[in-house]
């Protein structure tokens, strides 16, 4: 296992970081200075800033998360995390993000190499939402958005996408993204002067949130993981 991948299932630092670590010749395996082509195997002994890396016994894991307003989707050690929020035994980390206004489905996992290829926007995975607005939806705006709009500090437009009108709302519209630009959501309702009162993501892939409380997590059924890993290999 390349060593900045055993360093990020350690859960001392993520994958990323340890590269800058490592970089910074900071990490040491048994005596010698690192380099980001190196392997451990068992019985190395690693160093990072001269103080011993211990690893916990890694457990494939795989949770949802229906994340309340107000968290943050990072492993960073700042208030509010989702980590020490989650509370898990494993070294987990978020899948894409959410951002601290947003709640809803979120997935965690220690598994390194499928968090890219679910959070990047270009392999193309839905993302759905539910939204509330301050004012009533109007049709032409659901339209307009549908078939994708620029939006300001862009040089694209946004691709095609599914909406449509919650049942007996007048407010409330669902919107099903395939790709994940900043802040997308909001940007194409302030776009129309709407503000955003509620955005909640309720479905990634064939993962949905359905019955999980705010606050509350889960791990993946067998059947969910299967599915996911059907359309990710």
């Keep these: 296992m390349k060593i900045d991948k055993y360093i990020g299932q350690s859960g001392f630092i993520s994958r990323r970081k340890a590269n800058v670590l490592i970089d910074e010749k900071r990490v ?9 082509s190196t392997n451990i195997k068992e019985g190395d002994l690693i160093l990072i ?3 011993e890396l211990k690893v916990k016994e890694y457990v494939p894991t795989y949770i949802v998360y229906n994340k309340p307003k107000g968290i943050e989707c990072t492993s960073e ?4 995390n989702i980590i020490d929020a989650i509370g ?3 070294n987990i980390y978020p899948v894409g993000r959410l951002d601290k206004d947003s709640e809803g ?4 996992t220690n598994h390194s190499e499928i968090i890219d290829k679910i959070a990047n926007s270009e392999h193309g995975h839905e993302k759905e939402y539910i939204v509330t607005l301050n004012l009533p939806v109007r049709k032409q705006f659901l339209k307009e958005i549908s078939e994708g709009i620029l939006l300001k500090g862009e040089k694209v437009r946004t ?4 909406v449509s009108l919650e049942p007996n709302a007048k407010r409330i519209f669902r919107i099903t993204l395939t790709q994940g ?3 997308q959501i909001r940007r194409m309702c302030n776009a129309y002067d709407y503000q955003v009162i509620k955005l909640q993501r309720v479905r990634v892939m064939n993962i949905k949130l359905e019955k999980l409380k705010i606050g509350e997590w889960r791990a993946l059924t067998k059947e969910e993981l299967d599915g996911l890993f059907a359309v990710l290999n």
């Design 28 to 36: 040491l395996v048994n005596g010698k200075v690192a380099s980001v």
């Design 49 to 51: 800033d001269g103080k």
């Design 77 to 80: 050690k700042i208030a509010n």
């Design 88 to 90: 898990h035994e494993q």
């Design 105 to 108: 489905l979120i997935l965690l």
């Design 159 to 162: 691709k095609p996408c599914g």
């Design 181 to 183: 630009l900043n802040r």
